[in-house]
């Protein structure tokens, strides 16, 4: 596995494995990894890829007062997993590398942020945006992978990549959980133990939804009502949305009539968590 932190020697590699006839699959990352970054990787790999991991903390999609500080930072322990999972290369900038001084042009993805994450988190997308287009512009890959745990930004990034012509495949995995039905997210590791147990409720608000709406409710506002309740009921957390939204425009919906994204973002002590689902009313699970 080779690492590089620069950007001509990552352009080096992918060149001579294209070169090789390799297809180059990417999985951008901001580290600190964990069993779903590692089904990314997986799916790249099966896809027969060169597969190409970025580890980057974008300090530009954090605002004032995020946890970019505290973000968990563990180089040695994800060149491991990356080594492990059969990762080809390791892009692993610097904040210098990425963002060196004078740097003025942004990438701003309008409408699919004006709903759930984007109001609350102002300057977040056109973070990821611009530091997506970035990767993509040094990395040149034919496809990238990204988890649907963050339904918003794999939104985005379709979106961005279309309007912009960007030749990419972009490919949305699965949401990976514990078992008790918590996304994962290196964001966890911040609960303490009741925390941790009080997090729970994300999952079983939207399993709620999903039967709810699997059963014939189709009242938005019924729904999110009932999803609240059983939030505030596991215990004290600021609730930044509970929405169900159209999965492709993210726009609010009414009535419910056809496949939704059921989604939150709850505020647990310091930890904000968020956790969606696509739930389709003609789909009825047991
Ligand atoms: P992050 O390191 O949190 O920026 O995430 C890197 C990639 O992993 C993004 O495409 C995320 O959507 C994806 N990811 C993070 N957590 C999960 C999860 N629990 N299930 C699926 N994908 C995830």
């Not at 709903?115 to 496809?143: E, M, S, Y």
């Not at 939030?231 to 509970?242: L, Q, S």
């Amino acid at each position: 596995m080779l690492v590089t932190r620069d950007i001509e020697r990552t352009r080096k590699a992918v060149a001579a494995a294209r070169a090789a006839g390799r297809r180059i699959g990417f999985v951008p990352t901001m580290g600190a990894l964990h069993a779903a970054h590692v089904s990314l990787m997986e799916a790249a790999r099966r896809a027969g890829d060169f597969v190409v991991v970025s580890i980057f903390v974008n300090p530009t999609q954090f605002g004032p007062g995020e946890d970019f500080d505290a973000y968990p930072r563990d180089e040695g322990g994800d060149l491991a997993t990356c080594e492990n999972a059969g990762v080809d290369l390791v892009f692993f900038p610097s904040v210098a590398v990425m963002y060196p001084p004078g740097a003025v042009t942004t990438v701003h993805v309008a409408r699919l942020t004006d709903t759930l994450c984007g109001p609350h988190r102002p300057g977040h997308f056109d973070g990821v945006a611009t530091v997506v287009t970035k990767l993509f512009n040094i990395v040149q890959p034919d496809a990238a992978y990204f988890g649907q745990k963050d339904a918003q930004q794999l939104a985005v990034i379709r979106r961005m990549t279309r309007d912009l012509d960007m030749p990419v495949e972009i490919v949305g995995c699965p949401t990976v959980r514990e078992p008790d039905g918590l996304a994962m997210s290196s964001r966890n590791a911040y609960l303490d133990p009741d925390q941790r147990s009080q997090a729970t409720c994300l999952y079983r608000a939207l399993e709620h939804a999903r039967s709810r709406i699997q059963t014939g409710e189709e009242s938005a506002e019924t729904i999110t009502t009932e999803m609240r309740g059983i939030v505030e009921n596991a215990g004290p957390c600021r609730i930044d949305y509970i929405s169900v939204v159209d999965p492709a425009s993210m726009e609010p919906v009414t009535r419910i009539a056809g496949p939704v994204l059921v989604a939150l973002a709850v505020r647990i002590g310091r930890t904000r968590l968020i956790d969606n689902m696509t739930v389709d009313p003609r789909e009825r699970t047991p």
